[in-house]
């Protein structure tokens, strides 16, 4: 305060209960700032759930962010430890998986997850392939990638019988 000449400034000063409110309060003062990772805040979401008796929609309302944005975080920690690592910062941006593609994965078995992250990173899938590869993946009965109509198809297939039917009613 004396180098930038202030003579007062305002501080908040909060009263807490135990650690694990003192806990709370911080990991939300943090993440108001950008530069943290998807995992990082999956974890602290994690533990402010464990730490506290708040529901999740209070927790998104305590960080400010929407119950959907929470979710997508928390999800991560389903991930399997080798898909989570392919996340980790140190890995080159150009062979890093995504937190798009991560989310995705989160829906398959993790076994299944692996699989198909390795797939995705190996081939070095953009997000929209890689979408379609774990759908694929998880309409699969015995892990392997079966080929299937895309959308565009299965949507020509729908309008076509959807013509006919209503034809045949008139």
């Known amino acids: 305060c004396h180098m930038l000449e202030k003579l007062e400034i305002k501080a908040i000063i909060v009263e807490v209960a135990n650690e694990a409110e003192q806990f709370v309060l911080s990991t939300v003062a943090n993440f108001q700032r ?16 464990e730490e ?33 690592a392919m996340m980790a910062p140190t890995i080159p941006e150009r062979d890093r998986l995504r937190f798009s593609v991560a989310l995705e994965l989160t829906y398959l078995e993790s076994d299944l997850q692996l699989q198909t992250a390795r797939k ?18 998880s309409q699969s009965t015995n892990g392997e990638m079966e080929l299937i109509r895309p959308p565009d198809k299965e ?7 959807l013509t006919r039917t209503l034809l045949e009613t008139e």
């Open 34 to 49: 950008e530069g943290h990772l998807p995992l990082e805040i999956a974890r602290a979401l994690k533990r402010v759930k």
């Open 52 to 84: 506290s008796d708040k529901t999740w929609h209070e927790i998104a309302d305590l960080f400010g962010y929407s119950i959907a944005w929470v979710m997508q975080h928390v999800n991560l920690l389903k991930l399997h430890p080798e898909v989570q």
């Open 120 to 137: 995705i990173r190996d081939g070095k899938i953009r997000y929209k392939a890689a979408k379609d590869l774990i759908r694929r993946a």
């Open 155 to 161: 949507f020509q297939l729908l309008r076509a019988f």
